[in-house]
């Protein structure tokens, strides 16, 4: 059964940094996406990042530049660096998996994604 377990949120000012980790584990195929979405107060949820299945990044504008995510095949782990956090990046954090056959392609933000962390939540005060 897959599972997807984040860590890393917390309070912090504007202007800081945090990096968000997610442990995947219950799966063994090779074709996936992974990603960073989150859910501001009364917002839809928004992807913030991923990795489509060929391990290309895709950003939402609003973290271009000051997010980084990156991702370890071996350990099945997938880390997001905060840089300048701003009050508007409240939210809480998802980490999502997407399983592919062998050879398809899944296109990260752009895509679906079938299965989902329980969340972490980050707040950025001014």
């Not at 840089?83 to 409240?90: A, G, R």
Request: proline share 2%.
């Amino acid at each position: 059964q897959v599972r997807l377990v984040e860590f890393g949120g917390g309070s912090l000012q504007a202007g800081g940094s945090l990096r968000l980790s997610c442990a995947a584990s219950g799966f063994t195929a090779t074709g996936y996406c992974m990603g960073w979405f989150r859910q501001r107060s009364g917002k839809e949820r928004e992807g913030v990042a991923s990795f489509d299945s060929l391990g290309r990044t895709t950003y939402a504008d609003s973290v271009k530049g000051r997010f980084t995510i990156s991702r370890d095949n071996v350990k099945n782990t997938l880390d997001l660096e905060m840089n300048s956090l701003k009050p508007e990046d409240t939210a809480v954090y998802y980490c999502a998996l997407e399983l592919v056959p062998d050879g398809k392609y899944c296109s990260g933000l752009g895509g679906t994604f079938g299965h989902w962390g329980q969340g972490t939540q980050v707040t950025v005060s001014s």
